[in-house]
């Protein structure tokens, strides 16, 4: 079974400039999540979605960060205008279920650096 | 809001067992979490433990809660090289669409 894709795996850009990261989840998965991990620390959950619809995008910086999940399979984050505190791992997850105990599968991540 | 702590950093000998130790601070917790990241790679699930548990053991891996006293520890035995990673504690509630709250991580070094 292919596990959680994303790219690019790393991306140095910028302040003020934009960036997209894209993940293709686990097939057949429903759930999607979105995490920023800052050096250092636990990964952060930036948003959830459920197929197609979002569930929770309450820690999303709503006026630089935006995502969707158009067909309910894969996703892009976006980060316009990106800034220095930016800099971070940003993991996308995958789950069948979003509800109740359901197992995340975790892909490797793209490293961004933010200059 | 919830809160997972974990120490940073734990140094072991090949050989030798490995206890990393988590508090969280929600009382309706009711799945926690064990999961490994390995340098440049995503989170794995290890192992998790449903709140009315007090323990679980898995292979070399023994998972105690304290739901009193909101501790959870991790022990790995007979802890191997290709175990250095850096293990998070995680906790999520029950109910609806559940989100996951990560601990600071606790980086695991073995010394050959």
């Known amino acids: 079974e292919a596990g959680v894709a994303q790219s690019p795996r790393y991306k140095i850009i910028e302040k003020r400039q934009s960036v997209a990261f894209w993940c293709n989840p686990i097939?057949?998965?429903?759930?999607l999540y979105w995490y920023q991990q800052i050096l250092g620390q636990g990964p952060k959950l930036l948003i959830q979605f459920q197929n197609n619809g979002v569930v929770d995008d309450s820690q999303l910086p709503k006026d630089r960060f935006s995502a969707e999940r158009l067909k309910g399979v894969d996703s892009t984050l976006k980060i316009q205008p990106a800034k220095l505190e930016d800099s971070a791992v940003y993991l996308c997850?995958?789950?069948?279920?979003?509800?109740?105990?359901?197992?995340?599968?975790f892909g490797p991540g793209t490293r961004l650096t933010v200059l | 809001g919830e809160d997972v702590e974990q120490s940073l950093f734990l140094s072991v000998r090949e050989g030798d067992s490995s206890v990393i130790n988590c508090t969280y601070t929600?009382?309706?917790?009711?799945?926690l979490y064990w999961y490994k990241q390995e340098p440049g790679a995503g989170l794995q699930l290890l192992t998790y433990?449903?709140?009315?548990?007090d323990m679980k053991q898995d292979q070399r891996l023994t998972v105690l809660l304290n739901k009193k006293d909101k501790h959870l520890s991790l022990r790995i035995a007979d802890t191997q090289t290709g175990d250095s990673a850096i293990y998070f504690c995680a906790e999520s509630a029950s109910g609806g669409y559940q989100k996951v709250t990560f601990g600071t991580g606790t980086k695991l070094q073995v010394i050959p």
């Open positions: 097939s057949g998965h429903a759930t």
């Open positions: 433990i449903f709140s009315n548990m």
């Open positions: 929600d009382s309706s917790s009711t799945y």
């Open positions: 997850a995958s789950s069948l279920s979003g509800s109740s105990y359901n197992e995340q599968f």
